[in-house]
Structure formats: structure tokens, C-alpha cells
């Protein structure tokens, strides 16, 4: 629904009521319900819609009447409050008038915006204005873009105002943002009707932002599907890239795709693996892993039939002299073979059992 023709949109929950396009209904506010007319029928949407006002019902005979009645009031106030304004010279502008006459406090109510340049002192003209509209009144200053919004108007596009139709809320719009879409920084080319920055430039920043990133930029040269040349201009609308071809030099608009693919990035990757650092070292070729010790428990089992053969811990130099045991080596009781033992014992290194020969 909308209050005023062609205003801003708003949305209802309709609830069992189903107004059709054109009629008016009643719109639930602070100061009571209002007014207004529907723009779109009802229609079924998703339940994650949620937290819309419920419509008060359609608007009655008695409700079309006080409509009209606190149209022509507030024609009345505007006129008034513009001499008011004038007889006492202050640089104020009338925005819009809002009258209100069903808030439980006050009787009626007439809400007056007004932008001005700077700090006005309006305390003479609150009383004149009381007192030639017998109500109570109340001055409210907005800033450029709340005129705009409450005025109306057509932008540089051709269409109604974004604020005016469809923006709830003012987003932060920076010079940045042209420089980022290779806009003019003229003024006259980036200012909406109420002399800012236009909202729409906050629209496709993100495109850009996310085309520049990935993109290669101006001057770097590139590999084509036509030839090899050097990126010129960019064109984010249609996701290309101008490049000017070093054998023919004509220029030639292609896909960013074709000049930024991952096979040409991992071509001109210095690794192997394009996600891998740059300063990694060269890979050693594998050792021969060395075999692994036998267990304590299967040290004395034969393998094959034959004996396992005991190492000993205790070496001796060339020289003859025995070298330093850093551990006293556990001795374990040899297992020999039935079929070939003899009867004869094993002397170790240590034992001096013959005649030194």
C-alpha cells in the first residue's frame, strides 16, 4: 500500500481481509490508523516474511471523509506556515505538513518539517503558527536526503527517487565508490536531487570490488585466445577485459576467463602446486628405512632352523685394548639346536679358557 500516489511502498499482513487494487484500507500508526491505498492484491509468500503490521480493515465511508478533511488541513498549514515564514524572515523551507487528531493527548496536532542551512530560532514563529491554526504545533528540521525523500522527484535514471520509493534506511556513500566504477568525479554526474552522493552507487560496488581483485590490471600483459597483447580497459557490466594485441595492435574485448584462468595461473606458477609457498625447499630422496630391532620375546626363537645369533656389545680397538661399555649388556641364555648340539660351550670374548692362542 501506499499513502500518497506513486509514494513509497509499504507491506501488510492482510490478515482475513483481501482488499483489491485500488481500494483503501486501514493502515495501523502511532497516532492511529491512517489511510492509505493498495497498490498490490494480497499473495502468498514464504512464513520467513514475518513482523508485518496487520491490516485494520478496509476504510469505511467515515474514514474516506476525515482523509479528505486532514488533506485540505494540511494544505491550509502549508500555506499558512510559508507566509509565516516569510513575514518573519528566517531561512527555513517548508518540507511537509502531517496532521494528527487521533492521539489520546492531544486534540489535534500539526507536525511542520522545514530543512534550513543551519540552527534556526523559530520560538516567535511556533506561537503565530498556533495561533493561526489553533493546534498545537510542532517543528521538526530533516537533512537534505529526508527533503528529498518527503519531496519526491524523478532522478538522472529517468525514475522515482530510490528513497522515495523503496530505501528505508540511508547507507554511508563515499567518492570511493565512484573512483572504484570509473565514474566521473564531476558533481553534477554522481549528485542526486538532493545534492549528495547518489544511493545507487553503493549498488554495484560490490561487482567492482570483486571484479578488481580478480582481474588483471591495466598494463599487465596477457595471453588471448587471438594473441598475446597487454589489458588496456576493463568492462565489469559484461565481465570482460579490453586488450590490445601486440601483433595487429587492434583491440579486442575478452572474457575475463580467458586471460585469468586458473590453468594460465597455475602455468605461471613457479611450483608444481599453485597453492604451494614459493620458498620451498628441494625434496631429499628417501633413505632405506632401517630394518627394525627384534623383540626381547622372540630374541631367542630360531628362524629357518638355525640358531639366532647373539651380537655382542663388547668390541675391541685394532689394537687389541677393549673399548669403553657405555651399558652392561643383559646376558640371555643361548638356545641351541638338539640336532647339532654337541656338548661343547661357547666362550665369549672375555673368557680366557685356552692358551691365548
Excluded at 673399548?323 to 665369549?348: F, I, Q, V
Aim: hydrophobic share 30%; with cysteine.
Amino acid at each position: 500500500m501506499s499513502f500518497e500516489r506513486y509514494g513509497r511502498l509499504y507491506y501488510l499482513d492482510p490478515g482475513p481481509h483481501r482488499p483489491r487494487v485500488g481500494e483503501k484500507v486501514l493502515v495501523p500508526t502511532d497516532d492511529g490508523p491512517e489511510v492509505a491505498e493498495c497498490v498490490w492484491a494480497p499473495q502468498y509468500v514464504t512464513e520467513e516474511i514475518g513482523g508485518l503490521p496487520l491490516c485494520a480493515g478496509v476504510a469505511t465511508e467515515a474514514d474516506l471523509q476525515r482523509d479528505e478533511q486532514n488533506r485540505d488541513r494540511r494544505a491550509d498549514a502549508r500555506l499558512t506556515a510559508k507566509r509565516l515564514i516569510r513575514e518573519h524572515g528566517l531561512p527555513m523551507k517548508v518540507v511537509g505538513i502531517d496532521f494528527v487528531d487521533r492521539r489520546p493527548d492531544v486534540d489535534q496536532l500539526v507536525i511542520v518539517y522545514f530543512s534550513a542551512p543551519h540552527r534556526v530560532d523559530f520560538r516567535e514563529l511556533v506561537r503565530d503558527l498556533a495561533r493561526g491554526l489553533r493546534a498545537r504545533i510542532e517543528l521538526r528540521q530533516v537533512g537534505a536526503r529526508d527533503e528529498a525523500r518527503l519531496q519526491g522527484g524523478i532522478g538522472p535514471c529517468g525514475r522515482d527517487l530510490c528513497c522515495a520509493t523503496f530505501l528505508k534506511d540511508f547507507e554511508p556513500v563515499s567518492v570511493r565508490m565512484a573512483k572504484d566504477q570509473d565514474l566521473p568525479l564531476n558533481p553534477l554526474k554522481i549528485s542526486g536531487a538532493c545534492g549528495r552522493l547518489m544511493c545507487c552507487l553503493k549498488y554495484e560496488h560490490p561487482l567492482y570490488q570483486e571484479f578488481n581483485a580478480k582481474a588483471p590490471s591495466v598494463g599487465t600483459p596477457v595471453e588471448t585466445p587471438a594473441g598475446d597483447g597487454v589489458v588496456v580497459g576493463h568492462n565489469v557490466p559484461s565481465d570482460t577485459v579490453v586488450v590490445r594485441l601486440a601483433a595487429s595492435g587492434r583491440r579486442c574485448a575478452c572474457s575475463r576467463a580467458d586471460v585469468c584462468s586458473p590453468r594460465q595461473q597455475y602455468e605461471a606458477s613457479s611450483t608444481t602446486t599453485p597453492d604451494a609457498p614459493a620458498d620451498l625447499p628441494t625434496p631429499v630422496a628417501r633413505q632405506a628405512t632401517p630394518p627394525e630391532p627384534i623383540p626381547d620375546q622372540q630374541a631367542g626363537q630360531a628362524l629357518d632352523g638355525q640358531p639366532p645369533v647373539e651380537q655382542s656389545t663388547d668390541q675391541q680397538s685394532t689394537d687389541g685394548e677393549p673399548t669403553a661399555r657405555r651399558r652392561k649388556p643383559r646376558r640371555r641364555r643361548r638356545l641351541s639346536d638338539p640336532s647339532t648340539d654337541t656338548g661343547s660351550t661357547t666362550a665369549g670374548p672375555d673368557d680366557n679358557t685356552g692358551d691365548g692362542s
